[in-house]
């Protein structure tokens, strides 16, 4: 745990503290618990987030409240074809009184960023993204600047309208942590919604949690969660799998499976143990996998999709015994 987090937030394990985020993250998207849970684990490793799903179920006030939970400062990039590399990591500026140039950072600079309908940008928009992700630090003119930290970038595209728009290629895929899709909402929860929003905004009710300095110390914490090599050797079995199916034109690469096993060490924080099963590694493999296959033609013709595939090698590929004693509680 964090030092000094139980003298101003009232929670005594990981579990009941990650509850509360969850919870108020709740408040503004109502019925879509697994998708927040799977938010809050990417949170946790400090991973990005690729949002797919149609337009007004929640993916824009899903970031919002998330960066509001965490105390983070938050932008939002909207993404279309004429916007600037510049546009987003900023630019160097001659200041006239002093004789020097002055950088003044884009929107780029912030713990929590959306790049919302990215596949709107050019590719060299897309681009200056990369480094962005990868290295957590920006290029501008010959000087290198470092992105506050925590830094998660979290992208929506609209899955259904491609007209005007420029897909992601693998390469950025393959940075994306999880991608996550929220769906519409169940006729309850949606009529709970519209009682939600009749009088105020679901943000207002909102509140932070934890501060930006117990964020990072939490994502500390977690790459110290107990991963036996019994488990790593699953992982890259259930990897190399993915290169090895005859559906499937370009595999999961390595950064896959160090990204997998983020995620399962996550997923058994939240839970509250200081090891990883199996059930953690299975049940966060589709939305860390699935992104970054590329299907053979006459796959995608017979309705095949890469979801598919990866629960086609989870039932497939066996699930190693692992010692009940491994690791220990939170």
């Known amino acids: 745990m964090p030092q000094g987090r139980s003298a101003s937030l009232p929670f005594d394990t990981p579990q009941s503290f990650i509850e509360r985020i969850v919870y108020h993250v709740e408040k503004a998207i109502v019925g879509k618990r697994e998708s927040i849970e799977s938010a809050v684990v990417a949170f946790l490793c400090g991973g990005h987030i690729l949002l797919e799903d149609v337009p007004g179920v929640g993916k824009t006030m899903l970031v919002r409240a998330?960066?509001?939970?965490?105390?983070?400062?938050?932008?939002?990039?909207?993404?279309?074809?004429?916007?600037?590399p510049s546009?987003?990591?900023?630019?160097?500026?001659?200041?006239?009184?002093?004789?020097?140039?002055?950088?003044?950072?884009?929107?780029?600079?912030?713990?929590?960023?959306?790049?919302?309908?990215?596949?709107?940008?050019?590719?060299?928009?897309?681009?200056?993204?990369?480094?962005?992700?990868?290295?957590?630090?920006?290029?501008?003119?010959?000087?290198?600047?470092?992105?506050?930290?925590?830094?998660?970038?979290?992208?929506?595209?609209?899955?259904?309208?491609?007209?005007?728009?420029?897909?992601?290629p693998e390469a950025q895929l393959d940075r994306f942590l999880l991608k996550i899709r929220l769906g519409y909402p169940e006729e309850t929860h949606e009529v709970d919604m519209l009682g939600r929003l009749q009088d105020r905004h679901p943000l207002d009710e909102v509140k932070t949690v934890l501060l930006r300095?117990?964020?990072?110390?939490?994502?500390?914490?977690?790459?110290?969660?107990?991963?036996?090599?019994?488990?790593?050797?699953?992982?890259?079995?259930?990897?190399?799998?993915?290169?090895?199916?005859?559906?499937?034109?370009?595999?999961?690469?390595?950064?896959?499976?160090?990204?997998?096993?983020?995620?399962?060490?996550?997923?058994?924080?939240?839970?509250g143990r200081g090891y990883v099963v199996p059930d953690d590694i299975k049940s966060m493999a589709v939305q860390t996998i699935a992104h970054r296959l590329v299907l053979h033609p006459d796959a995608r013709y017979t309705g095949k999709t890469a979801e598919a595939v990866v629960k086609q090698l989870i039932a497939s590929v066996p699930v190693p015994a692992v010692r009940a004693a491994s690791g220990g509680s939170l």
């Open 87 to 168: 546009d987003v990591t900023g630019v160097s500026i001659y200041n006239q009184k002093t004789g020097q140039f002055e950088f003044r950072p884009g929107p780029v600079m912030a713990n929590v960023v959306l790049a919302d309908e990215m596949n709107r940008a050019s590719p060299k928009t897309q681009s200056a993204l990369l480094e962005a992700m990868e290295e957590k630090q920006l290029t501008v003119d010959g000087e290198t600047y470092r992105l506050p930290e925590p830094f998660v970038l979290l992208a929506t595209q609209n899955p259904i309208e491609h007209e005007g728009t420029f897909p992601l």
């Open 213 to 271: 300095e117990e964020w990072a110390s939490l994502q500390r914490d977690v790459r110290q969660v107990h991963v036996e090599d019994t488990l790593k050797q699953y992982i890259v079995r259930l990897l190399s799998a993915t290169r090895a199916h005859p559906d499937v034109a370009l595999g999961a690469s390595p950064r896959a499976s160090f990204a997998l096993m983020r995620v399962a060490q996550a997923k058994a924080y939240c839970a």
């Open 66 to 84: 998330l960066a509001k939970t965490v105390g983070a400062s938050f932008k939002r990039i909207q993404c279309t074809p004429d916007l600037l």
